[in-house]
């Protein structure tokens, strides 16, 4: 029998990106992954035949609008239009790193983000591979203030005229440094902490939102990080619509929570978008 959440659902927003929904989903399937939930739900905004086919081919059920609503708004649609306590969100393209995962796995990491969250330790959870992330982390910018072991006397050096000139940023990039240190919560106790599972905890301060495979309460989700992110709309939008991590990481509120960000190490999931949707 496979292992399910029995109060965790699976929310997918897929606007237009068929190609990367259905090898996501192709890739989900075959590790078992979609087995964990007992609410799945693909939200289609622009509503096409080519996706409602993509929903009814996996089985997963599906809902839609006729315009775009954007990031923030499809997101915020999606969990209106599920039930479960707990959600785990993501966008079409992120996929599992290899094709070796199991079913029990998935379950396991799964497993301790949720537990995390239902005991209060965390706010949100993050699945992201740590080594294997995909193409959009900023990592260049992170080691230009906080550069490896490794890196030459030079560039050290540097990098801390960066953080004498720029406190504040790299204070904001210390969270990031789980990306690319060996030893991030030993370097910054203080907002970063390693559980003995391997995971870590990140303080909010030093670390962004992000909408890439995110586990969360609904509740706190429709209450509280969507209306602050609506409060924040304005100046850099994406297809002239508000994303979230815009709003939320240009605002003091974020920050000054210094709420918790689960980060699962190594993680399991990798951004791969497949095809050009003109962002």
């Known amino acids: 029998m496979p292992l399910i959440f029995p109060d965790l659902g699976l929310g997918i927003l897929s606007w237009k990106g068929y190609d990367s929904i259905t090898a996501s989903l192709n890739n989900y399937k075959n590790a078992g992954f979609l087995d964990l939930f007992s609410e799945k739900l693909v ?4 509503i ?4 409602i086919e993509i929903a009814q081919r996996f089985s997963i059920p599906y809902k839609g609008s006729q315009e775009n609503l954007g990031i923030l708004g ?3 649609i999606l969990a209106e239009s599920m039930t479960s306590k707990y959600l785990l969100l993501t966008e079409n393209d ?3 790193t290899n094709n070796k995962i199991t079913h029990q796995e998935c379950f396991d990491v799964v497993s301790r983000g949720l537990h995390h969250i239902k005991s209060g330790q965390s706010h949100v959870w993050r699945f992201r591979n740590l080594h294997q992330p995909g193409p959009i982390l900023h990592h260049k910018k992170i080691l230009k203030y906080w550069p490896k072991d490794e890196a030459f006397f030079l560039e050290k050096l540097i990098s801390c005229g960066r953080r004498i000139m720029r406190p504040q940023k790299s204070h904001r990039l210390k969270g990031m440094t789980v990306y690319t240190s060996f030893k991030p919560s030993e370097k910054f106790p203080d907002v970063i902490k390693k559980l003995t599972s391997g995971d870590y905890l990140v303080r909010s301060d030093v670390m962004n939102w992000a909408n890439n495979l995110f586990l969360i309460e609904r509740d706190f ?3 509280q990080i ?3 992110a609506e409060k924040n709309i304005s100046g850099r939008l994406i297809n002239g619509f ?3 991590e815009t709003e939320l990481n240009r605002s003091k509120w974020w920050r000054g929570q210094k709420f918790w960000i689960g980060v699962s190490n190594p993680g399991l999931f990798t951004h791969d978008r497949k095809g050009d949707r003109g962002y």
């Open 43 to 46: 939200f289609l905004p622009e």
């Open 48 to 51: 096409e035949p080519q996706g």
């Open 74 to 76: 499809g997101f915020k």
């Open 94 to 96: 992120y996929e599992l």
């Open 221 to 223: 989700f429709l209450n």
């Open 226 to 228: 969507i209306p602050e």
């Open 242 to 244: 508000p994303t979230i």
